[in-house]
T-cell receptor, first 114, second 114 residues
Framework: ETGVTQTPRHLVMGMTNKKSLKCEQH?????MYWYKQSAKKPLELMFV???????ENNSVPSRFSPECPNSSHLFLHLHTLQPEDSALYLC?????????????FGPGTRLTVT | AQSVTQLDSQVPVFEEAPVELRCNYS??????LFWYVQYPNQGLQLLLK??????LVKSINGFEAEFNKSQTSFHLRKPSVHISDTAEYFC????????????FGSGTRLLVRP
């Protein structure tokens, strides 16, 4: 699946580092999402952007900062993370408001915080 | 509030045997239902969906699911599994109540043995 791409695929960072995750969708969608997938826990929705506007922030700590400069790109800026933030971070996109409710996912970024 | 329950965290099965992965949901309004599959080290891929019409929906690789409104279920079935079907399977629901966000179950790991 190349409709939604994510870089990097793997990232190891220390707790004092600053890094960014990038997501790009080539499907012409207008909504984008960040999810966190931890071992043995359900998928957690973090942020939702509709038409570049943030419409949802599920009580995510401020050490995670999303950015959506246009409807095709989504970033997740990371700083002063904790070891419990180690997880697979998934980006997804969809058509908002058209009756096409399914989301398409990228391959994810495997983040390890040391 | 909506919720999705996947009762089985893991389902072991022998190759060529039939399998059923169970999914139940709770909602007070009409829903749209999805099954996603996640292969190791990959993102989620849409397997099949129910939006309206026929309650039996099928995927291109032999899986099918039936929407049962009275039992609030959307179980996934395959009459004969392959080793390559080994993966994590997620059931998801959305509706106007959740502002069309996807609510995911906790996942079922299908382990196909030779």
């Amino acid at each position: 699946e190349t409709g939604v791409t994510q870089t990097p695929r793997h990232l190891v960072m220390g707790m004092t580092n600053k890094k960014s995750l990038k997501c790009e969708q080539h499907l012409g969608h207008n909504a984008m999402y960040w999810y966190k997938q931890s071992a043995k826990k359900p998928l957690e929705l973090m942020f939702v952007y509709n038409f570049k506007e943030q419409t949802e922030n599920n009580s995510v700590p401020s050490r995670f900062s999303p950015e959506c400069p246009n409807s095709s790109h989504l970033f997740l800026h990371l700083h002063t993370l904790q070891p419990e933030d180690s997880a697979l971070y998934l980006c997804a996109s969809s058509h908002a408001g058209t009756g096409a409710y399914e989301q398409y996912f990228g391959p994810g970024t495997r983040l390890t915080v040391t | 509030a909506q919720s999705v329950t996947q009762l089985d965290s893991q389902v072991p099965v022998f190759e060529e045997a039939p399998v059923e992965l169970r999914c139940n949901y709770s909602s007070s309004v009409s829903v749209y239902l999805f099954w996603y599959v996640q292969y190791p080290n990959q993102g989620l891929q849409l397997l099949l969906k129910y939006l309206s019409g026929s309650t039996l929906v099928k995927s291109i690789n032999g899986f099918e699911a039936e929407f049962n409104k009275s039992q609030t279920s959307f179980h996934l079935r395959k009459p004969s599994v392959h080793i390559s079907d080994t993966a994590e399977y997620f059931c998801a629901v959305t509706s106007m109540d959740s502002s069309y966000k996807l609510i995911f179950g906790s996942g079922t790991r299908l382990l196909v043995r030779p």
